[in-house]
C-alpha cells in the first residue's frame, strides 16, 4: 500500500501476535524490525511500541536484564506520544523483568500500576497475562507468600473463562 503508518502497525502486530504464541524469536525479528522502521522513518510512536515489544521478547528469551532499559525507552518514546494501548501488560513484564534481577521497589510500583489499570476497566483483553505476570512477579519477591501468586494465577483463569478467551486460559 506504501502507507507508512500501516506498515508500522503490521510491524508491530507482527511482534504482538508472536508474543502471543511466545515465540521469542519472531518477536525480536519482528520488534527490531519496527525500531529500525521508526528510525528510518521518524515516528516515535512505533518506536516506543518496537522497544516495548522486543523488551517483552527479551524476558520471554531468558535475557531480562538487558530487556529493562529497552522497556524503560519504551515508555518513554510512548509518554512523548500520549498513546499506551497496551501497556499495563507491559508494565506487567517490567515488574517482572525488575524483580528478577533484584530491583524490588521499582518492580512493586511497576505492579502497583498494573494493579490500578485492572481496577479502573479499561484495556480488557490483556487482563489476564496482567493477572499472570503479577503472578510470576510476586513468586520472585523476597519472602513471597505464594499464595498471593496463586491468587493471581486463579484470577487470571477465572477471567480468561470469562471472556472464553480460551488462549488466555491455556496460558493462565
Known sequence: MGHVHTLGHALAHGAIFALVARNAG????????????????????????????????????????????????????LARTQTGTMVPVHHAVHAYALAKVGRFDEAAREAALVRDEIRSGTERYFWTECLRWLGDYQRLLPRADLGDAEASYEEALECARRQRALTWELCA
Open 26 to 77: 519472531e518477536a525480536l525479528r519482528f520488534s527490531a524490525e519496527t525500531i529500525a522502521f521508526a528510525d528510518e522513518h521518524d515516528m516515535d510512536l512505533w518506536r516506543g511500541y518496537g522497544s516495548i515489544l522486543n523488551a517483552y521478547a527479551r524476558v520471554l528469551a531468558g535475557d531480562t536484564a538487558s530487556s529493562i532499559p529497552v522497556m524503560e525507552n519504551g515508555f518513554w518514546h
